[in-house]
C-alpha cells in the first residue's frame, strides 16, 4: 500500500505532465489495468485500453483551451481529490466547469476515479 506521502508525491506528478500538455502519458503512468472511471456524465467506463482510446478521441475532439489547471489537491489515505479548473471548446460546444476527481489508489496506480462539478 502506498503512503499518503507517496500518493501526494504522484499526484504531483500527474498535474505537472497535465499542466505540460501531457494528459495520456500521465493516464499511462499512473492508471491501473483495471481503472474503472465515471465521467461528469456518469456514465461508467472500466479497462485502461478503453478509457485510453476514449481519452485519445475526447483530446483530438478539443478546438481550443483557454483553462485546464489544477486548483487544489488533497490526499487522505489511499485517495486523491484534484480539483480541476476546465474552460476549453470541442467539437461538441463549451466545456467550462470546476470539477473534482476523486481517485482510489490500489497498487501505486488510479483503480477507481469518479468526476463531479
Not at 23 to 29: H, I
Not at 86 to 103: C, F, M, P, R, Y
Amino acid at each position: 500500500m502506498m503512503t499518503e506521502s507517496q500518493i501526494t508525491t504522484a499526484v504531483d506528478e500527474l498535474i505537472a505532465l497535465v499542466a505540460e500538455g501531457k494528459p495520456m502519458e500521465a493516464f499511462a503512468k499512473f492508471y491501473h489495468d483495471d481503472i474503472e472511471k465515471t465521467d461528469l456524465d456518469g456514465v461508467t467506463h472500466q479497462g485502461k485500453t478503453r478509457i485510453d482510446k476514449m481519452g485519445h478521441q475526447q483530446l483530438a475532439d478539443i478546438v481550443m483551451v483557454r483553462d485546464f489547471s489544477a486548483v487544489g489537491r488533497i490526499v487522505k489515505g489511499n485517495r486523491s481529490f484534484i480539483v480541476w479548473s476546465v474552460d476549453l471548446d470541442n467539437t461538441s460546444g463549451l466545456l467550462k466547469a470546476v470539477e473534482v476527481a476523486i481517485q482510489d489508489w490500489q497498487d501505486g496506480k488510479i483503480i477507481r476515479e469518479r468526476y463531479f462539478a
